[in-house]
């Protein structure tokens, strides 16, 4: 029986009906029509577009996942919350570039430049990736509902995803990027006021550094090459997949794009400290739990009742933010890249049906993925392909700046860049260089893809090259006008 009187419990209730409110409220004009829904009308400010940004991520990685890792390998698992702001911070300006094209999806774009066989392929790789993601994501949020509140790992299970599902559904970009703020902010404030605390409450700095392993102070213990190789994956991640694009085409102007995405990297680079610091006291005292429990163990046990259980419920919105984004990403890659082209373009599709069509996908995605999560099958293998052709990707868009490339030499290149990911990552099990850590298998991959782009260009007689107004023209085929790009005034 839930003690609904706990302040903790109580606290994480108001906070997940403010949630429902402010999700309700911001999307309440989503099916208006197909670009409202998909891309909140392409209208995000600079606030709202750089914490929907930071808090994609936020949830399962950056909060319990670098926990997780400070917890067995020490402080040193900032590095994976700092290379991917560095990493964001870097693609600023290819932001600026992508943010031109008058597109909704990665496969759309990759589509009109490459052909219709790179996008139906782009799209299936896409949609695997993001529902597998949505799958992944599910069974955090209730495993730490369940843990705080002793409600049943099935209640809180089916809860989470009837709060997400229902919510992306309803509301799509508006809805997800507004509760996004909500958790951000909640969460950056809360982890800058709580860590001093928690820190306090276990015996200050020098307690903790002499009750953890030796080698857990160590800053760079994850290796150099880690930290390289978290880095370039990270530069794929921002560049190429649809959770994140779908985001930059969603701002207001091509400014609020690129310095959003520069302020959410900026943010990224201090954030992962924050929650290494939540795993190495969980360590330090002895904590005798799953080390996916790290950052729960230490807010309850370090933290005043009302400050621990409003960041729980941050926590865990965030990883359902982090959900919904990859299900409505899924979702509008399926209908923008494998329904829409297969139904023989948007002649005879309105407004009204893609916005149905696109709901309804998100409805059956969830609760697929939700069925997935709870069936017990191996998810991560799926999960990792998905998410590795999926930074792939991006060796096909930075190839579009070559005024070389033929429209015939994407396939090949996704194709053996597919390839390279599945052995690196399964057949060599990513291996580990010089004693540095592991080179991510995203990083090879995309390597062959744009060499083989690059090749394949060079070889093929009569493609047909393309310089960037080729491009751009090409991209923006059958999109119409969007709304003109506001004033900097106008938009902060």
């Known amino acids: 029986m839930v003690d609904v009187t706990d302040p903790l419990i109580l606290t994480m209730i108001v906070y997940f009906l403010v949630t429902l409110a402010v999700g309700i409220w911001f999307g309440r004009g989503a099916g208006e029509g197909y670009v409202e829904f998909t891309l909140a009308g392409r209208d995000l ?7 929907t940004y930071f808090a994609t991520f936020t949830g399962g990685g ?10 067995v390998d020490g402080i040193s698992a900032q590095w994976y919350a700092m290379a991917e702001g560095l990493a964001w ?21 990759l589509g009109r430049v490459y052909g219709e066989y790179t996008q139906y392929f782009a799209g299936l790789f896409t949609v695997v ?12 949020m209730a495993s730490i509902i369940s843990v705080v ?3 049943s790992l099935s209640v809180a299970f089916w809860v989470s995803v009837a709060i997400f599902v229902g919510l992306t559904a309803y509301g799509g970009m508006s809805t997800v990027a507004y509760t996004d703020t909500l958790h951000g902010v909640v969460i950056i404030v809360g982890m800058l006021i709580a860590t001093p605390i928690a820190v306090m409450n276990a015996g200050g700095v020098g307690a903790i550094a002499g009750s953890v392993p030796s080698g857990h102070m160590n800053w760079f213990g994850v290796g150099l090459v880690q930290i390289g190789s978290w880095y370039l994956m990270y530069i794929t991640v921002a560049g190429a997949q649809q959770q994140m694009l779908q985001r930059t085409w969603s701002a207001r102007s091509k400014r609020v794009a690129m310095f959003g995405t520069f302020l959410a990297g900026a943010i990224i680079t201090g954030y992962g400290v924050l929650t290494a610091a939540a795993g190495m006291i969980a360590n330090a005292q002895g904590a005798q739990i ?7 163990w230490t807010i309850t046990n370090t933290l005043p009742p009302v400050l621990a259980g409003l960041l729980l419920a941050a926590a865990v919105s965030a990883v359902i933010t982090g959900a919904d984004s990859f299900l409505l990403a899924g979702a509008t890659s399926f209908v923008n890249d494998l329904y ?18 696109t709901r309804v996908t998100v409805l059956v995605f969830g609760v697929g993925a939700a069925l997935i999560a709870q069936s017990g099958i191996q998810i991560i293998a799926i999960n990792t392909l998905g998410m590795g052709i999926m930074s792939v990707l991006f060796a096909g868009l930075v190839m579009m700046l070559w005024d070389g490339t033929v429209r015939e030499a994407g396939l090949p290149g996704f194709v053996v860049g597919g390839l390279v990911f599945a052995v690196w990552e399964f057949a060599l099990g990513s291996p580990t260089f010089f004693g540095e850590g592991q080179v991510e298998p995203a990083v090879p991959a995309t390597l062959a893809a744009i060499v083989t782009i690059w090749l394949v260009s060079k070889l093929y007689d009569g493609g047909e090259r393309f310089d960037v107004s080729r491009v751009r023209e090409l991209a923006s085929r059958d999109m119409g006008r969007m709304e003109a790009e506001e004033t900097v005034a106008g938009d902060d």
Do not use: C, N
């Open 45 to 51: 400010s600079l606030p709202v577009y750089m914490m």
């Open 62 to 71: 950056l909060t319990m996942g670098i926990a997780q890792r400070a917890f």
């Open 89 to 109: 911070m870097t693609i600023t300006v290819f932001i600026g570039f992508l943010y031109s094209f008058e597109v909704v999806s990665v496969p759309g774009l």
């Open 129 to 140: 990736g993001q529902v597998a993601l949505t799958a992944g994501q599910t069974i955090g």
């Open 149 to 151: 509140t002793d409600v």
């Open 290 to 296: 799953e080390s996916s429990m790290a950052f729960a």
């Open 340 to 357: 829409i082209p297969l139904r023989g373009g948007k002649e005879g599709l309105d407004d009204g049906h893609l916005v149905a069509v």
